[in-house]
Every structure is written in structure tokens, then in C-alpha cells.
T-cell receptor, first 113, second 117 residues
Framework: SQQGEEDPQALSIQEGENATMNCSYK?????LQWYRQNSGRGLVHLIL?????REKHSGRLRVTLDTSKKSSSLLITASRAADTASYFC?????????????FGAGTTVTVRA | DTGVSQDPRHKITKRGQNVTFRCDPI?????LYWYRQTLGQGPEFLTY????????KSRLLSDRFSAERPKGSFSTLEIQRTEQGDSAMYLC???????????????FGSGTQLSVL
């Protein structure tokens, strides 16, 4: 079963605008990661935020984590056409022997030129 | 290019045939994962290896699926007696896990797209 759920399922924005997507998960985690997938390709890691962190930045990406609400958000600022892709959050579980990442169904982002 | 290679990129087969996919992870990575992804969904965990040991297999994985990672290097995923429901993208990923550290980022291959006719 998938641990994370992204919201919205799809997002269409104009180039230059910001895109925000959210992820909710069910169990306690060690870290949460965001990945991007272009159509027909594998996933590419974007950013990892640990359970003791609240916010992290990487270039035009900003990720927040609220462990009390079991939720995270990914903000892409000043979007570009090349940002058109599906974005997935992925979580592990904080039980000691569970190393696999569970992915949500993703948010499909379309950036219009 | 993430450094993880999968072969073939596409596979078309008839129902009932066996298929085998190969994954070559980044050479120093000790963990290797197989995921399956269908259209509009996120990757679904199938199994993973730490070095050559298969540590977990999803309950969703039927007995028709088997994976190996001999010598802790490349891995193969075999599906026997394929069914139309097996049609999906099969993704391989690898990571470097350090003692005492939790999961680090995964490096994914481009996947093998399987179509069962």
C-alpha cells in the first residue's frame, strides 16, 4: 500500500508562477523525499528532508515538513516549461528494519509557456 | 543519466511467456530495489536487496515473480507465465546505505516497459 498521498493530483500553471503541492503520510518517518519523473522516464531525486528538520531549500525548490500533521509541501518558484513533470513524495518508516521507500500517486504539473 | 542501467527499455511479450529484466546499479551501491509503476500511479515496491541478500519481498508479488542479485552486483527480475495484468513499467533503483544511517536517496534507472499481449 502507498504511504503517501499527494494533493492536488494535477496542477496547471503559467510559466513564472509558483507551484505548490502537498503530501500526507500515515506512519512515523525517518525522512521524506521528493522525486520528479518526466514522461516515460525514471524518477530523479530532488530533495530529502529529515524528520527533525522543518524546512529545506535547494535552488528553486522549498520543502517543508510538519511531523505533527504528517504532511509535507513542495514549492517550485518561478516555474519553467522544463518543470513539467510528475512529482512524487516518498517516505520510509521509522521502524528499524524497514528501509524501503513508499511513494504516493504523484502530482502532475504542467507549466504553460 | 543517473548511472543505473536497465535492459531492455521495452519488452513486448505474449501472455504465458517468461520475461527477464536486468538492472546494473551504480557500482558502489549496496542496496538495490525493484518497483513497478502503472500509468497514473506512483512506483509500487516489489523487492529489495542489501548486497546479495534479498531482504524483503512485497506481499503483492506472486510466486511468478523472482529476483536475484548474484555477488551483490547486477540484478535480474524474472516474471514467469506473464499475464496481461503484469503490463507496467518496472523500475530499478540503487542506493548507498551506511551503517547506522537511514535511507538515503535512490537513483533510478529509466525502467523497462513491459507490454503483455
Amino acid at each position: 500500500s502507498q504511504q503517501g498521498e499527494e494533493d492536488p493530483q494535477a496542477l496547471s500553471i503559467q510559466e513564472g508562477e509558483n507551484a505548490t503541492m502537498n503530501c500526507s503520510y500515515k506512519t512515523s518517518i525517518n525522512n521524506l523525499q521528493w522525486y520528479r519523473q518526466n514522461s516515460g522516464r525514471g524518477l530523479v531525486h530532488l530533495i530529502l528532508i529529515r524528520s527533525n528538520e522543518r524546512e529545506k531549500h535547494s535552488g528553486r525548490l522549498r520543502v517543508t515538513l510538519d511531523t505533527s500533521k504528517k504532511s509535507s509541501s513542495l514549492l517550485i518558484t518561478a516555474s519553467r516549461a522544463a518543470d513539467t513533470a510528475s512529482y512524487f513524495c516518498a517516505t520510509d518508516r521509522s521502524s528499524s528494519n524497514d528501509y524501503k521507500l513508499s511513494f504516493g500517486a504523484g502530482t502532475t504539473v504542467t507549466v504553460r509557456a | 543519466d543517473t548511472g543505473v542501467s536497465q535492459d531492455p527499455r521495452h519488452k513486448i511479450t505474449k501472455r504465458g511467456q517468461n520475461v527477464t529484466f536486468r538492472c546494473d546499479p551504480i557500482s558502489e551501491h549496496n542496496r538495490l530495489y525493484w518497483y513497478r509503476q502503472t500509468l497514473g500511479q506512483g512506483p509500487e515496491f516489489l523487492t529489495y536487496f542489501q548486497n546479495e541478500a534479498q531482504l524483503e519481498k512485497s506481499r503483492l508479488l506472486s510466486d511468478r515473480f523472482s529476483a536475484e542479485r548474484p555477488k551483490g552486483s547486477f540484478s535480474t527480475l524474472e516474471i514467469q507465465r506473464t499475464e496481461q495484468g503484469d503490463s507496467a513499467m518496472y523500475l530499478c533503483a540503487s542506493s548507498l546505505a551506511r551503517t547506522g544511517r537511514t535511507n538515503e536517496k535512490l537513483f533510478f534507472g529509466s525502467g523497462t516497459q513491459l507490454s503483455v499481449l
